[in-house]
């Protein structure tokens, strides 16, 4: 009997298996009660957020954050001109959520498909003390409590953790096995192991299996002090977000993004990535999945990024915080956005993919746009495959995933 019940602990993990109920982070795939977006209040992201919520709104309830009732108004008047049914949105007012829902909520669900809250701690993305070596605001504290306040709006429970996670950064096959670049868990959870991680993820997400990816891309990831990745290229993503880099598309079967060898050195970015990607390439070879099943990867190209990189001339009043990295008053520096067509997001009946051409850009982005919309149709034939053009959310550090969060279906 003893050993009976340490072989369901060791599958189980002994948190998961003393409350009786087994969970797990449902698969995106899976059945969608509604979806929250934030309005973030200027034209550029706006514009893409009504892209989404039309593309959405026929298949899955939307409820859209706003700061304020002023807000609210204004998104309204701004959706007019889209087909969005505005009386079919609900309103939320709440002036402390972020426009990247995806970020400050995790569900998991047990074996009778009842949810749970989990709520992990907050570093604004490792910015606090991390990045920045001080103490977080108070008032950035409440963004970080989003996840308290949806469990308590809702009547779910909660479960609280003191490691730090987004959700943009674990993805899930929805059968307990979870992909996690190891840098991002250690850099949000110094001092602690990986094994001490992974312990976590047991007992928070219920996770069976970690597989623990390596880097994620450079353009993703916040140096110390946000300077240079090279020379004078500055990135400004999430800080190594998996949702960048690899995905789900099925229990078994990832899509992972490639840059042919003969375009490697196109870019210093691309050069930078090559190596990283063909290393995550050799790890999902050799990985497989809790219940013991290789992967299958599907490679989608990157984005033509020295294409889509925005030059900044440093200005006199920015001469002191870029002084420090080298920089000097009228020195050009290129941010690199955070364009990765592994940032989809997959509903009911539709998948939105991101897509990056636009006229006077060369042929082969608008090839590799059609390249990934038919890898897409053919993962999701039962499905709608939308390409929505989001370069202006990506310069703000995301892309359609993160500013999407899924309600999965319950029987709360």
């Excluded at 700061?67 to 309103?91: Q, W």
């Excluded at 890898?375 to 550090?397: A, E, M, W, Y």
């Amino acid at each position: 009997m003893i050993k009976y019940v340490l072989s369901i602990l060791l599958v189980y993990g002994l948190p998961n298996y003393v409350a009786g109920q087994p969970f797990r982070v449902p698969a995106e795939w899976e059945k969608q009660e509604k979806v929250w977006l934030t309005w973030f209040g200027q034209e550029r992201r706006d514009s893409v957020s009504c892209r989404v919520i039309e593309a959405l709104q026929p298949y899955v309830k939307i409820t859209l954050n706003a700061e304020s009732e002023s807000v609210k108004g204004a998104a309204m008047r701004y959706m007019t001109s889209f087909s969005i049914d505005t009386a079919k949105i609900n309103f939320v007012i709440d002036p402390y959520i972020d426009f990247f829902t995806r970020d400050y909520i995790f569900f998991v669900a047990d074996q009778k498909k009842q949810l749970k809250v989990v709520c992990f701690d907050y570093s604004s993305y490792g910015m606090y003390p991390g990045i920045y070596g001080k103490p977080m605001p108070e008032e950035e504290k409440l963004f970080g409590k989003w996840d308290e306040r949806v469990a308590d709006q809702l009547g779910l429970p909660v479960i609280k953790s003191d490691y730090v996670f987004e959700g943009g950064g674990i993805e899930s096959n929805g059968a307990g096995t979870l992909l996690v670049i190891r840098e991002m868990a250690q850099q949000r959870n110094p001092g602690k192991s990986i094994q001490e991680i992974e312990a976590e993820l047991k007992r928070t997400l219920g996770a069976k299996k970690v597989i623990w990816l390596s880097g994620g891309l450079i353009e993703d990831r916040l140096f110390p002090k946000f300077g240079p990745f090279y020379k004078n290229y500055f990135g400004g993503g999430a800080n190594m977000h998996i949702d960048e880099l690899c995905r789900f598309v099925d229990e078994y079967t990832v899509v992972l993004p490639y840059i042919a060898p003969a375009d490697k050195d196109k870019s210093p970015v691309d050069s930078l990535n090559y190596p990283m990607l063909e290393t995550n390439f050799q790890i999902l070879k050799n990985a497989t999945t809790a219940d013991g099943k290789p992967l299958k990867i599907v490679r989608v190209p990157v984005p033509e990024i020295e294409q889509l990189k925005f030059t900044l001339t440093v200005q006199g009043s920015q001469s002191a915080q870029f002084s420090a990295l080298g920089f000097n008053t009228g020195d050009t520096i290129y941010r690199v956005p955070a364009a990765s067509y592994c940032n989809f997001f997959i509903s009911n009946k539709v998948v939105l993919i991101p897509k990056y051409w636009k006229l006077g850009m060369p042929e082969s982005q608008k090839q590799k746009d059609e390249e990934v919309r038919k890898t897409f149709s053919g993962l999701f034939p039962d499905k709608q495959i939308i390409q929505i053009f989001t370069l202006q959310v990506n310069r703000g550090g995301g892309g359609i995933h993160c500013m999407t969060h899924e309600l999965p279906e319950s029987r709360n």
